[in-house]
């Protein structure tokens, strides 16, 4: 892969379950270029396979339903496996599942869940193009949402390993109280994909 065809920018969002990361991303992909900007998934190579591996429906798994709930442990414990060995593989594997990633200027990776996932890109890519945002919402919130807390995946590493990271470029706080915060944020975010 040449220079010219690496991202000028990426931005890693991290935040816990049902704090709105898919839905942040989504809206901030909308709100670009469509020809510059491109969404990263690193859960996405874990899902497909294990979709595969165990007949299940890869749509529901890519969601935000109770049918990927009902798999998260499994499908965490497999993939833990394979990034002892390797932490880069999943986010190799997702750039890859990306139909011409490497063509476009933004890269909007929705769900890095690891300090080794920071490092990775980290190590990767120039440091002047990474980003890193989290996305927080309060607990009530979440619940409203449909979080509830479930031991074995609060308390583990997929949604524990970010929380003493403290340098994040951006904290978005997605609780729907504030629409004009909501927007500034927004309008920061896509900022920041121009810059």
């Not at 931005?11 to 469509?34: E, M, Q, S, V």
């Not at 294990?50 to 890869?58: A, I, P, T």
């Not at 890193?132 to 524990?160: I, L, N, P, Q, Y």
């Not at 403290?166 to 975010?189: C, Y």
Request: charged share 35%; glycine share 4%.
């Amino acid at each position: 892969m040449g220079e010219d065809s690496r991202p000028s920018v990426i931005i890693l969002f991290g935040g816990k379950r049902k704090c709105g990361k898919d839905y942040i991303t989504d809206l901030l992909l909308k709100r670009l270029n469509p020809d510059d900007a491109v969404i990263v998934r690193l859960s996405a190579p874990i899902k497909h396979h294990w979709s595969k591996e165990n007949n299940l429906d890869v749509d529901e798994l890519l969601g935000s339903s109770d049918y990927k709930e009902n798999h998260r442990k499994a499908m965490v414990a497999w993939s833990e496996q394979i990034r002892a060995k390797d932490y880069g593989y999943f986010c190799r594997a997702a750039i890859d599942m990306v139909p011409d990633a490497h063509k476009e200027k933004v890269w909007i990776v929705s769900d890095a869940r690891r300090r080794t996932d920071l490092k990775w890109f980290r190590e990767s890519y120039d440091q002047s193009v990474i980003k890193t945002v989290r996305v927080v919402s309060t607990d009530a919130v979440r619940k409203d949402r449909g979080w509830t807390f479930v031991e074995g995946v609060d308390d583990a590493e997929t949604e524990c390993d970010l929380d003493s990271v403290e340098d994040w470029d951006m904290i978005f706080t997605n609780n729907n109280d504030d629409k004009e915060e909501f927007e500034k944020q927004m309008t920061s975010l896509v900022q920041m994909c121009c810059s």
